[in-house]
T-cell receptor
Framework: DTAVSQTPKYLVTQMGNDKSIKCEQN?????MYWYKQDSKKFLKIMFS???????INETVPNRFSPKSPDKAHLNLHINSLELGDSAVYFC????????????FGQGTRLTVV | SQQGEEDPQALSIQEGENATMNCSYKTSINNLQWYRQNSGRGLVHLILIRSNEREKHSGRLRVTLDTSKKSSSLLITASRAADTASYFCATGMDSNYQLIWGAGTKLIIKP
């Protein structure tokens, strides 16, 4: 029933490791996003995909690589994790671009130690 | 990039009182949206107001939009403890693939 689901919910890992966060939406939306929310709750867009194609790629280290195997999935792979990557990462989707509401997943709290 | 700015950053009121949060933005928009985020959870869409609308209601929520001042307000009437959350505004353009987010207002409703 969950509209946008992402896994895992919590991720604790050591510096230098590579990790992935998965996201799936069952809403039939064309557009999916990855956001990073820092400790001050500021929400920053990282990537946006429309129909499996990368639309937005904000200034994000190239250690972060999104992958969209189909329009219902947008996974985030992070290489060589750093302490500063610790944050909550949210996946979201919307029917179309900025003109409609976005549906968010529950978030993945990443802690790099 | 951040455009919206909510104020106040934090608001603490008694249950039953009304809560008003404001959002200002800088560029042209097609719509402005308000979201709620409960602690440890994802954001939930509350209401969307288009640039040609001035006011919109949804249950206990009332949103206003003043495009000449590039500002919006969210009013929650008869607040409840369950309204305790962070509230974010986001602006959108129909042709753009992203929403521009504010930093949020943390609302605490004291029982």
């Amino acid at each position: 029933d969950t509209a946008v689901s992402q896994t895992p919910k919590y991720l604790v890992t050591q510096m230098g490791n590579d990790k992935s966060i998965k996201c799936e939406q069952n809403l039939g939306h064309d557009t999916m996003y990855w956001y990073k929310q820092d400790s001050k709750k500021f929400l920053k867009i990282m990537f946006s995909y429309n129909n499996k194609e990368l639309i937005i790629n904000e200034t994000v280290p190239n250690r972060f690589s999104p992958k969209s195997p189909d329009k219902a999935h947008l996974n985030l792979h992070i290489n060589s994790l750093e302490l500063g990557d610790s944050a909550v990462y949210f996946c979201a989707s919307s029917q179309m671009e900025g003109g409609t509401e976005a549906f968010f997943g529950q978030g993945t709290r990443l802690t790099v130690v | 990039s951040q455009q919206g700015e909510e104020d106040p950053q934090a608001l603490s009121i008694q249950e039953g009182e009304n809560a008003t949060m404001n959002c200002s933005y800088k560029t042209s928009i097609n719509n402005l949206q308000w979201y709620r985020q409960n602690s440890g959870r994802g954001l939930v869409h509350l209401i969307l107001i288009r640039s040609n609308e001035r006011e919109k209601h949804s249950g206990r929520l009332r949103v206003t939009l003043d495009t000449s001042k590039k500002s919006s307000s969210l009013l929650i009437t008869a607040s409840r403890a369950a309204d305790t959350a962070s509230y974010f505004c986001a602006t959108g353009m129909d042709s753009n693939y992203q929403l521009i987010w504010g930093a949020g207002t943390k609302l605490i409703i004291k029982p």
